[in-house]
């Protein structure tokens, strides 16, 4: 069964840097493409970014492109979001997903994935 946990969320001034951590059980990372979402009060889940499975590439979403990072640590099976320059639009429950038969044009539809975490409040105030 795979699991998905997120942490590292909190409240944040605007500029300031945050890092989720989701950490992956029942599969490895590697083996699986792992996304972050978010959702805003009122609003859909929107796609943040992905680690593809077979490749490793990393995709962003327009909105955090060039501020947020995305990256690994296979040792720990874990998965992070690091985010930089914090608007107060990033303010969002962040969700980590995976799912292991993903294609490349469903990536940013959240429905696609078969597992998600329970989600991390990032909160950011000017």
């Known amino acids: 069964q795979v699991h998905l946990v997120e942490s590292g969320g909190g409240a944040v001034q605007v500029g300031d840097s945050l890092r989720l951590s989701c950490a992956v059980s029942?599969?490895?990372?590697?083996?699986?493409?792992v996304a972050w979402f978010r959702q805003a009060p009122g609003k859909e889940r929107d796609f943040v970014g992905a680690?593809?499975?077979?490749?490793?590439?990393?995709y962003y979403g327009d909105s955090v492109k060039g501020r947020f990072t995305i990256s690994r640590d296979t040792d720990k099976n874990t998965v992070y979001l690091q985010m930089n320059s914090l608007k107060f639009e990033d303010t969002a429950v962040y969700y980590c997903?995976?799912?292991?038969?993903?294609?490349?044009?469903?990536?940013?539809?959240?429905?696609?994935?078969?597992?998600w975490g329970q989600g991390t409040q990032v909160t950011v105030s000017s």
């Open positions: 997903a995976a799912d292991a038969h993903l294609i490349l044009s469903t990536m940013t539809t959240p429905h696609q994935y078969d597992y």
């Open positions: 029942g599969v490895t990372s590697r083996s699986t493409t």
């Open positions: 680690l593809w499975r077979s490749t490793g590439k990393i």
